[in-house]
């Protein structure tokens, strides 16, 4: 009778202590079993990605700017500066002469505000989701959901067609009006999904939320919040001259910090590292 | 004795009297080495279908190739047999018998004749011939002549651009005989008689068309009494016909018989009567029982833009706008109620009279059926046509293919075959309009843009610029670099009450959004605009920025009052 289990010879002299590790990987190449594993020693250090601006030079000196192929995370709560950061972005990367695209969760892209910003808008693939025919609208049985998320689900069904059609520079997920209630509800598997998928591209993945959602799979993460300057608005007012109107008082601008909360590309710093900027106000005249 | 070699693809040159077989045509060359140096002027070619109404079904079925088929004219119940292929004759089926005498034998398919399609598979093979010469004659059905003169530097010798000739008909789903010789009239007859392709080499013409029988003379002509007197005479092929003494022929059968003793000579001569095809690219196809459902109209979708492709790339063409036309049958009549077709509004309905369009445009010249079938399916599931279909049509707009060269430190940019599939998927997630690229409108109204079909790559080069214009350029990118304050639409606004203390809002409660509720911290404006007073859609408004705290801190919104209604709402965020 056979045994279940056997030790060939020749194994058990290549895991044999005393060999010298040159001669233990020789003979390791010689065992057709083994033949393909790559030992620890030969595996290569994944190189670092490429880094592109953010169209802000604070950010680009915090994070050392976004990182293609990988999946950056802007989080942060209303008028936090994450539209203005997400809008640089899309302008640098349009300046760069990319195709880019912009997953609009809850549509909310002020076309004057992108154009102000200096997003070529023709190089701009803009995706308004919470529209469509769903192809359980015609069942009334099937409870509909929230239209939070049904634009979530197309949201990530759109994103996933544009990561695999590929060729697109920056692509970008708005989920700035999504409550965090339902962008938790995203399954992590997504977010894996996504990540691989930007792997070997040279695509930025930026994904623009009120909390942090796409958890490990973001290799780069910064929170926005409003400088402590804005509670005195006096700083952000450019009040005109005396002679001017009395209406003459406008929103000139915020003030934003930002903090890098997690980085792969760098060790983490023993203190949060910030850096601030200010935003300027467009009105069209 | 005939001297002659048989070439393949696979023969060398100089060898005698072997037989080789393609895989779908056979091709005979009746010239040694030596034979060729005569082969100095052969420059007509004819191209000649046999059996043109059963190909031109088998060339939309191409699985029936392999089985006996027939083709029916006529109506109900007085139809019968027009034509049938090789298998269809051996198994005894010959044309003009009824529908009733061939129902017996049990391996052979019926089909109705279909005038579309003959002249759909006409229109691939002058399509063919164009794609070799441009002087081309249009000699009846499934007949095509073309002049060779001149082609030799550009294709190869004789034997090769007839090899090429019968091959790009096959890959037009179409077995044809290809014919060379040195005038018109002895190609025609080559074509008509011998099977797959065959080069004449001048001066030789009489000694090869001599084993062809008499009646390849009269496969045109209706009138078949010449050819019972020639039957009645004993002339049985050409070379008997050509023998016979031309004066004592003259006297018996007029101009006429000399006509036809000069075609079996082959020292016929005529100029050919060149056509200019026009560059209509259309394929049809009848169906015998209305379609009900998408899938196996996608399948026959695929036939017809493998065929339409295949034209235009014989043509070195392509397209950028596809039209499909359906002929849509009596719902009521063919459909029961499960039926998935479902009404369509709007746009794909263009007459009430059983007509559905739809219309394929696309950025860029494109030329892969696969992508256009994806496309198109993508598009029906859309816009169901609404009612079975009898007739499926579809034409392709010519266009010149793209001419693109890549680079390797250009920018990455989507393929336009992936992105125009990615457009039509997302589509069909988001709804049509809600996927482009934006283009800002020449006014101030709110929401003073419209989406465009986005199309990155066509954007226009700008012309050179001068100094000026480049510092210019740079200056507006530095002012640009850096962050706005971004604005960020609540698309619908949120109606708001506001309370006002000395004409400014202090106070604000939006139902719709709970958190915007509360004293407002601080108010900047009012911005004030207005427009288009001079027509219907007249506007005024004022703009206030405005601070309200909320539990995450301190958040900016724009409030709007329309000066025309009075309403106060909640435009958006600053962020």
Redesign the interface.
């Known amino acids: 009778m056979s045994p279940l289990f056997s030790t060939q010879a020749g194994c058990a002299a290549v895991f044999a202590p005393r060999k010298e590790p040159a001669l233990v990987l020789k003979r390791l190449a010689t065992v057709p079993k083994l033949a393909s594993v790559t030992p620890a020693s030969q595996l290569e250090v994944r190189s670092s990605p490429e880094m592109v601006s953010s ?3 604070e950010i680009d000196a915090l994070a050392g700017g976004l990182p293609r192929g990988c999946l950056s995370e802007i989080c942060g ?12 972005a899309l ?1 640098a990367a349009t ?5 880019c695209a912009l997953v609009d969760t809850t ?12 997003v070529e ?13 769903r192809a359980s609208d015609n069942r009334p049985e099937v409870r509909r959901p929230t239209s939070d998320a049904r634009s979530l689900e ?1 949201a990530l ?2 994103t996933d ?2 990561l ?6 920056l692509v970008a997920i708005d989920l ?2 999504v409550s965090h209630s339902e962008a938790r509800r995203m399954p992590l598997a997504s977010w894996f999904r996504f990540q691989r998928a930007v792997e070997p ?3 930025v993945l930026l994904v623009v939320a009120q909390e942090p959602c796409a958890q490990t799979c973001a290799s780069l993460l910064i929170r926005l ?2 400088g402590k300057k ?2 005195a ?1 006096s700083c952000q ?1 450019s009040v005109q001259s005396e002679l001017g109107p009395a ?1 003459a ?3 000139d ?2 003030q ?1 910090e930002g903090e890098l909360l997690r980085s792969r590309l760098q060790r983490k710093p023993a203190q949060s590292v910030t850096a601030a ?8 005249s | 004795m005939t001297r002659g070699v048989l070439f393949s693809p696979l023969a060398r040159a100089g060898r005698r009297r072997h037989k080789l077989r393609a895989d779908s045509w056979r091709l005979r060359v009746f010239l040694t080495t030596d034979d060729r140096r005569l082969i100095t002027e052969m420059p007509f070619a004819c191209i000649f279908v046999s059996d043109f109404p059963v190909e031109a079904l088998l060339r939309a079925e191409p699985d029936l190739r392999s089985q006996a088929v027939a083709v029916l004219e006529g109506k109900a119940p007085l139809q019968k047999i027009f034509a049938a292929n090789e298998k269809g004759r051996r198994a005894g089926v010959s044309p003009g018998m009824t529908k009733l005498q061939v129902e017996a034998c049990t391996d052979l398919v019926l089909r109705a004749r279909s005038s579309l399609q003959e002249a759909a598979a006409h229109a691939a093979l002058l399509d063919c011939a164009q794609s070799f010469s441009p002087r081309v004659e249009d000699a009846g059905c499934g007949t095509v002549l073309l002049d060779l003169a001149g082609l030799e530097p550009l294709f190869g010798p004789l034997p090769k651009i007839a090899r090429d000739v019968a091959r790009r008909a096959c890959d037009l789903g179409l077995e044809a005989n290809v014919a060379v010789a040195s005038n018109p009239d002895a190609a025609v007859l080559a074509a008509h008689g011998f099977s797959g392709v065959i080069v004449i080499p001048e001066g030789r013409e009489a000694e090869q068309l001599g084993s062809l029988p008499v009646e390849v003379l009269f496969m045109n002509e209706e009138s078949l009494q010449l050819l019972e007197i020639l039957e009645r005479w004993g002339i049985r092929n050409l070379r008997a016909l050509a023998a016979l003494p031309d004066v004592a022929l003259s006297e018996r059968l007029g101009q006429e018989g000399i006509r036809l003793q000069q075609l079996a000579r082959g020292c016929a001569s005529r100029s050919l009567v060149p056509v200019e095809t026009p560059l209509v690219f259309e394929e049809a196809v009848e169906l015998e029982y209305p379609l009900i459902l998408l899938e196996p109209l996608a399948f026959l979708l695929s036939r017809l833009l493998e065929q339409l492709c295949a034209r235009l790339s014989a043509r070195a063409l392509a397209t950028q706008e596809l039209h499909l036309d359906l002929t849509l049958g009596n719902t009521t009549d063919d459909v029961g109620t499960d039926a998935p077709v479902r009404p369509s509004s709007g746009q794909g309905r263009a007459q009430a009279r059983q007509t559905f369009h739809r219309s394929l445009r696309l950025p860029v010249p494109l030329l892969d059926p696969k992508v256009f079938l994806k496309l198109l399916q993508l598009d029906l599931n859309a816009h169901p046509p609404g009612a079975p279909i009898v007739k499926i049509c579809l034409s392709a707009e010519a266009v010149r293919p793209r001419a693109t060269q890549g680079g390797l430190f ?6 336009p075959e ?2 125009e ?3 039509a ?2 589509a ?4 049509p ?8 409108l020449d006014t ?1 109204r709110p ?3 419209r ?1 465009n079909r ?1 199309a ?1 790559g066509q ?1 226009q080069k700008q012309p050179a610029r001068n100094e000026n214009d480049k510092s210019s350029e740079d200056a507006a ?1 530095k002012q ?12 619908p606004p949120g109606r708001a009450a506001v309370t006002l203390r000395e004409g400014r809002p202090v106070h604000i409660a939006c139902p719709k959004r709970k958190e915007i509720c509360g004293e407002i ?2 108010a ?4 004030r ?1 207005s427009g288009d007073w001079w027509e219907q859609e007249g506007w005024a408004r004022d703009e206030w ?1 405005i ?1 309200l705290q ?1 539990a ?5 919104y724009r409030l709007v009052r329309d000066l025309l209604s009075g309403q106060w709402q909640v435009e ?4």
């Not at chain 1, 709560?77 to 640089?88: D, E, H, I, N």
């Not at chain 1, 300046?95 to 195709?99: G, I, L, Q, Y």
């Not at chain 1, 695999?164 to 520079?169: A, I, K, L, N, R």
């Not at chain 2, 250009?410 to 393929?415: A, I």
Request: hydrophobic share 45%; charged share 20%.
């Open positions: 169209g802000i030079r709560s209303a008028s936090s500066g994450r539209t203005s950061v997400l809008l640089a302008a300046r760069r002469e990319e195709v549509d909310a892209l002020d076309a004057i505000s992108a154009a102000a910003a200096g808008l023709e190089r701009l693939l803009w995706i308004r989701c919470g529209g469509g025919r197309q069904r759109v067609l544009l695999q059609s590929g060729g697109f520079g700035g009006d591209t040279p695509t919040q409003s804005l509670s608005f007012l209406h008082q406008l929103l601008g915020l934003i900027f200010a935003t300027k106000a467009v009105r069209v | 250009l920018p990455p940019s989507p393929e992936k992105l599939l990615t457009l998927r997302i069909g997630i988001v709804g309009n809600n996927v482009g690229s934006l283009q800002l101030h929401e003073g843009f989406m986005f990155p954007r990118r640009n670099e850096g962050a706005v304050t971004a604005l960020r639409i609540f698309r911290l601080w900047a404006g009012p911005w605009s920025d601070a909320e995450t801190g301190i958040t900016l958006g965020s600053y962020d």
